[in-house]
């Protein structure tokens, strides 16, 4: 290839296994980079997959090796591909060849991709764990297009997966341009002349139902004495490791049990690919008896049907599809009669098994590899091509559609629902409040923050409701313990004496914000009064959010009272805390404050720019943006839409983010966290990045489901893999509020603003 050519060419990166690997997916990897490269039409290489403890002499193809257990090799990687001005990753996909849980490793790599990614997923399955789940679900969002081999594949995707169809390309296993030739030369080459050959190839293992070919040799012997059954293929090495060669001996000692030894020749060896097609251009019928069904593709059996073979199987998935319509014979799992019965009618009936063939070798042409290199230039050239697939970056923000998008008006009717003369009540099943679960400061606390967030320019929430949270807030002040209280029964006992650490730092910073911005002065003076008594416990706490959620209380308590010694001497605390933590953790590729991410994530980068900006702190803010940044990068999905960080990531240590459960909170505090950054910085984008996270609310999300009813103002508790959650509880309806209310506050304030005009927007 020309250097011109080189530079019109798709530059692909192809992700797997690669030959010398002895594997089905280094096949597949190996052929389908060498198709590409004869196209033409596109410059590839391959970055290897390398299994643990082993070590391969690869090919000048393979441009980068990936130790599975290396998560350094995975950054690694990406950091290679980013640089490397490729157009497209391939990813080849299949469970067992990556590290982490059900080889979550990988999305750690393509999370860091600026270019689309295509994933062939050579297994798709009907029932996978927990794990496998949300590993896959990761690598569907990450990728642009995904690849399966039979529309089988299709179907599950559709149904267990909810992928959309038009992100589904359907592209058969490549074949070799073979010719249709007569088994008899290749016999005599192979020592097999004047012998009826019954082949089967692969890695041998216990999923392979080779037992149950052998059971049914005596029935075929019976009908054709010459028939030889030929085992070709190396046991697969896990299996090797874990258990040596008794599963191959056991075969053998079923052979010799059966009288049928001489009949049945086992080929330990892993052979080349021009040693292959000599094998199976050999045979007089092919088979391929595996035992399960959830099977997605089978090379073997691809290669068989692509020389023209007459093949008996069993009607696992992609054979079901391959072989339908009289292109081959299907017989039960398991069953060697059968199995022996179908073979011998075909050894005996030539007419019918050239036939057979005829019609399996000419209605694989399109299979040849040359076509499916074609087939997946397209699906690669899509990909690129679609802006909806571009992955925005953080300054890519003006293209967002939601940069437009149309606020609701506040409606607080479900908000008045879940409330009563206690205050708010936690959880509601569907839109009807849950007594059972009572009530906890927490929400209360939250619900004042929206009563102070109205008084800027929205009509107040009632002088009666507003005092409610206020007396939830004070009842749950326990002074013997200096701590707050936070889970209450609906019969109003306490169900504590202290609550959590973060349940009385929010507490705080609904009192400190109140202090500053309660239209009425008495109240005003309560919970400056009532801050400043419950600050001093903070100093023992050790949850960076507890620390986060004060020093947002601290803010405006401070611009209210300056000067302070005690709320400035605590607010220097904590924001020395939250610096120390973001510098013992941060690194190249991890710019966040912990090992994990948990929940109300945006409120810790928040709370570094409200104080960095306010004292003046260039490096306190610097750090807030820094890693504020870096959330908002890791919180945007493929496809551009806002993705908060999910539930089932809480507990993974230095890992991407898994997609669910979404919740609201994580929205609202980005959207608090972005308009922070804008009015200290200044920059248009974070208003373009609150918008996006706030259109998450009204369905630009990755299951396109509205979380809000603008009428009633309620909102769902958020997104599961499938569905929306339909319970609408306090903590939900409190964030939608609060969110709608700054992104209100954000569209009067139109027009570019000056840093004294922007600052302003808090008063």
């Known amino acids: 290839m020309t250097m011109a050519d080189r530079n019109a060419a798709t530059r692909v990166a192809l992700i797997g296994n690669s030959l010398p690997r002895r594997c089905g997916i280094a096949t597949f990897t190996t052929d389908l980079h060498q198709a590409l490269a004869s196209s033409g039409a596109a410059d590839a290489v391959i970055l290897a997959m390398t299994d643990c403890g082993r070590t391969y002499d690869y090919p000048p193809a393979v441009a980068l090796e990936i130790h599975e257990n290396s998560l350094e090799d995975y950054v690694a990687a990406a950091d290679y591909l980013n640089r490397g001005g490729f157009d497209v990753v ?156 008794r599963y191959r001996e056991s075969l053998m000692q079923r052979a010799r049990e059966l009288g049928v030894e001489d009949h049945v020749v086992f080929r330990d060896q892993f052979v080349d690919r021009d040693t292959l097609l000599d094998f199976i251009a050999m045979c007089d019928v092919y088979v391929t008896p595996y035992l399960n069904e959830a099977q997605m593709t089978s090379g073997t059996l691809a290669y068989s049907f692509g020389l023209g ?231 023992c706490f050790g949850s960076p959010r507890a620390w986060a959620f004060t020093l947002l209380g601290l803010d405006p308590y401070c611009a209210a009272h300056p000067g302070d010694p005690i709320a400035e001497r605590h607010r220097t605390l904590l924001a020395d805390r939250l610096m120390a933590l973001l510098a013992e953790a941060e690194t190249g590729e991890w710019a966040w404050f912990e090992d994990g991410l948990a929940y109300d994530n945006a409120r810790l980068p928040q709370a570094l720019i409200a104080t960095g900006d306010a004292r003046g702190s260039a490096a306190q803010l610097q750090a807030g943006l820094r890693s504020l940044r870096w959330l908002v990068g890791i919180q945007t999905s493929p496809q551009g839409r806002f993705r908060p960080v999910g539930s089932a990531t809480f507990g993974e240590k230095r890992r991407p983010p898994l997609a669910f459960d979404q919740q609201p909170l994580e929205a609202t505090a980005t959207i608090s966290a972005c308009l922070a950054a804008w009015r200290a910085e200044g920059d248009r984008a974070w208003t373009l990045e609150a918008q996006r996270a706030f259109a998450w609310f009204l369905g630009e999300n990755d299951l396109s489901i509205p979380l809000v009813d603008p009428e009633t103002g309620s909102c769902r508790d958020g997104l599961h893999p499938d569905r929306a959650n339909e319970n609408r509880g306090g903590e939900s309806v409190v964030s939608y509020l609060l969110s709608l209310a700054e992104m209100r506050q954000l569209a009067r304030a139109s027009g570019e603003r000056t840093k004294p005009e922007l600052r302003a927007l808090r008063a």
């Open 90 to 245: 391939s990813l080849q996909h299949e469970f067992g060849i990556f590290g982490g849980e059900a080889g979550g490793d990988i999305t750690a790599l393509l999370a860091r991709l600026e270019m689309p990614v295509v994933t062939t997923l050579h297994t798709v399955l009907a029932e996978p764990t927990g794990a496998q789940r949300r590993v896959l679900d990761r690598i569907i969002d990450l990728s642009a297009r995904l690849v399966v081999m039979a529309e089988k594949g299709r179907e599950l995707l559709r149904t267990v997966y909810r992928v959309p169809a038009d992100k589904i390309d359907v592209i058969p296993h490549g074949i070799p341009d073979f010719d249709f030739v007569d088994p008899a030369p290749a016999k005599a080459k192979l020592g097999f002349s004047d012998r009826t050959v019954i082949l089967t190839f692969g890695l041998l293992s216990p999923n392979k139902g080779i037992e149950v070919m052998i059971d049914a040799m005596p029935a075929i012997l019976e009908s054709r004495p010459d028939a030889v059954y030929v085992v070709l293929g190396a046991t697969h090495p896990n299996l090797v490791r874990e258990q040596g060669e």
């Open 309 to 539: 073979k007459a093949v008996v199987s069993t009607p696992y998935w992609h054979a079901s599809e391959l072989l339908a319509d009289g292109r081959g014979m299907l017989v039960p799992f398991g069953d060697a009669g059968a199995t022996g019965d179908a073979i011998a009618q075909l050894l005996t009936d030539h007419p019918r098994r050239e036939a057979m063939r005829k019609r399996a070798y000419s209605s694989s042409r399109s299979m040849m590899w040359g076509n499916t290199a074609k087939r997946y230039l397209t699906v690669f050239n899509a990909a690129r091509r679609s802006n909806s697939l571009k992955r925005p970056s953080f300054t890519d923000a003006a293209g967002l559609s939601s940069a437009n998008l149309t606020l609701p008006p506040i409606r607080l009717g479900h908000l008045h629902t879940m409330c009563d003369d206690i205050g708010l009540i936690q959880h509601a099943v569907h839109s009807v409040p849950d007594r059972h679960h009572g009530y906890c400061v927490d929400d209360n606390a939250r619900a004042l923050l929206v009563a102070c967030a109205l008084n800027r320019g929205e009509e107040r929430l009632s002088e009666t409701m507003t005092a409610r949270f206020a007396a939830f807030i004070q009842h749950a002040w326990n002074p013997d313990t200096r701590h707050f209280r936070n889970f209450m029964s609906y019969d109003r006992r306490w169900l504590e004496d202290r609550g959590s650490e973060d349940s009385h730092g929010r507490t705080l910073w609904a009192l400190g914000e109140a202090s500053a911005s309660d239209p009425s002065p008495s109240r005003r003076r309560w919970a400056a009064s009532l801050f400043i008594a419950a600050l001093p416990t903070v100093e």
